[in-house]
């Protein structure tokens, strides 16, 4: 009986752990084979796990069957304008993590800035006919959804706080117009000052 295994030839073959990039390479694919989208955070977890492709895979099923309600931190979800929009009027350090995000998105600078002087002046508008207790003419042709949710942000800002900052649009367009500075640059300014 031992002769019969003594005449084979045993073929061995090692599987070193996966590393650098790699790892990261093998991920991406496990990741986009399962449909699965990874944010940083998610990535930077998997890779931490090591070489252990069962272990990565077995948190890759997590993943999948928690859907988007893993680990997606705030400081990766990602936005849009709309969302910058929000924030612009309430929130100083969540409108500059806003548009720090869409900076990195690759975002259009100037359609931001034209975007949120729009959404000012839209909020201006809805203030100046709340104050005088009348509906927002036709005439502006302001969706309705517009006028609720620009309505609901005016609340907690005056008339000249709208103002001011609808100045500040005004300023800082001469400036990117005129080559002295760059529209993100002015948004920050207009969002630090504000």
């Known amino acids: ?72 931190p705030d400081e990766f979800k990602e936005t849009n304008a709309f969302g910058l929009g929000d924030s612009f009027f309430t929130s100083k350090k969540q409108s500059l993590g806003d548009l720090l995000q869409l900076s990195e998105q690759g975002e259009n600078e100037f359609n931001l800035f034209s975007y949120l002087a729009n959404h000012c002046r839209t909020v201006l508008l809805v203030k100046y006919y709340t104050e005088k207790k009348q509906p927002v003419s036709a005439d502006h042709k302001i969706h309705p959804f517009v006028v609720k949710k620009a309505t609901a942000i005016s609340r907690n800002l005056s008339l000249n706080q709208l103002v001011s900052k609808f100045k500040n649009f005004f300023e800082e367009d001469f400036k990117i117009k005129t080559g002295q500075t760059m529209p993100v640059e002015s948004i920050t300014k207009i969002i630090l000052n504000g």
Do not use: C, H
Request: proline content about 1%; glycine content about 6%; overall charge positive.
């Open 1 to 72: 009986k031992l002769q019969i295994f003594k005449d084979s030839k045993i073929k061995i073959q090692e599987f070193k752990n996966l590393t650098g990039q790699q790892l990261k390479n093998w991920i991406a694919e496990e990741a986009k084979q399962r449909g699965l989208r990874l944010f940083p955070a998610n990535l930077e977890r998997l890779e931490n796990i090591g070489g252990d492709l069962w272990a990565v895979s077995n948190e890759m099923n997590k993943m999948l069957v928690e859907g988007d309600s893993y680990e997606k």
